[in-house]
């Protein structure tokens, strides 16, 4: 079947189509792999349960599994792994950025106090750990904790970095690569380990999850510096805090010194100061850096096509296929 990219509808049901079935069983599958004894556990699990996103991970666990093989009880675990790390990453970073809302609805930290918050989130993540012992899934255990280490590093990394202001473009893609598209890439790669792959075929799905992970971050970052909500304002999230991402980052190299430092001062003041961060978002605009960051994702997300273009063509290999375009054609 050829593909035309062109003709894509940005529409996830249709990306889900070869995995419906799987993803209806994976639903109670996952429920139950968070389940807990303890009352006060048992009620935040549920709650988080019913505001579950999209579920682009375990999604992404299950196609792979179907492009490189046989989707089987193994596939399960790998993307009930996923699903539990990632929920306790979402938790924490909550807790670490003193979010209180999450998705349109309050976080964790917001409804039960951070001290809590990070405890479920440790819950779950030994959720994760312990669902691979008990299954004998070593592998699949391996690769998530690879995984752990690295969107540790990233996210340190960045708020050392950040602290600093000293992110240039090749760190900036450094602390992505970490704290973003390893995640992805534990997906694609314990998706295929599931389905029994060769290792040849598995480093294809490495570095398929790696480029489409870094996409999907400079998509979001991108975001940070568009109208967003019916008021059609910029967010700037990052902005104020502190945190430089692509536009800004190469918005700044298009200038002399002195305007760098003037508006790496603005950034400084932008958490309190409106106009301050009105003037960042704008430069940001003048300067090329929308542009330039919408140029590096799309490169991004033809190397993760590319990755996978010579798999036999199937289903599973059309949803992947669109998905590339949904993330990066994605309104939020």
């Known amino acids: ?52 996103g999209k579920q682009l991970r375990p999604l992404i666990v299950f196609l792979s599994a179907g492009l490189v093989g046989r989707i089987n009880s193994s596939t ?92 240039n473009e090749e760190i900036y893609l450094e602390i992505i690569r970490k704290k973003t598209a390893t995640l992805l890439a534990a997906c694609t790669v314990n998706g295929a380990c ?46 104020k805090e502190k945190k430089l991402t692509l536009p800004l980052i190469y918005s700044l190299t298009k200038v002399e010194k002195a305007e760098q430092n003037r508006i790496l001062k603005l950034v400084r003041k932008s958490k309190h100061d409106p106009k301050a961060l009105q003037s960042v978002l704008n430069f940001t605009h003048q300067q090329g850096g929308i542009e330039y960051g919408i140029k590096t994702m799309n490169e991004y997300r033809d190397k993760a096509k590319q990755h996978i273009s010579e798999f036999p063509e199937s289903p599973y290999k059309d949803s992947l296929l669109m998905l590339c375009d949904y993330i990066t054609e994605r309104k939020k």
């Open 1 to 52: 079947m050829e593909y035309n990219s062109l003709n894509i509808l940005q529409n996830l049901d249709k990306i889900r189509k070869p995995v419906e079935e799987q993803l209806k069983q994976f639903e109670p599958y996952f429920s139950s792999a968070m389940k807990s004894k303890v009352p006060l556990l048992s009620i935040i699990t549920n709650y988080i349960y019913r505001r579950k």
């Open 76 to 167: 399960f675990v790998a993307a009930a792994m996923v699903e539990l790390l990632h929920t306790a990453t979402l938790i924490h970073d909550d807790v670490v950025d003193e979010a209180y809302e999450r998705r349109g609805s309050h976080s964790i930290n917001a409804l039960w106090r951070s001290k809590i918050a990070v405890l479920a989130g440790d819950f779950l993540l030994s959720k994760g750990l312990l669902l691979s012992l008990e299954t004998n899934e070593f592998e699949l255990l391996k690769h998530m904790s690879e995984a752990v280490k690295e969107m540790s590093e990233g996210e340190l990394l960045q708020i050392e970095r950040s602290r600093k202001m000293d992110i």
């Open 194 to 239: 599931s389905a029994k792959v060769t290792i040849e075929n598995l480093e294809k799905m490495r570095a398929f999850g790696i480029a489409l992970g870094m996409a999907f971050q400079i998509k979001d970052d991108i975001f940070d510096f568009l109208p967003q909500g019916l008021i059609g304002k910029p967010s700037g999230n990052d902005v």
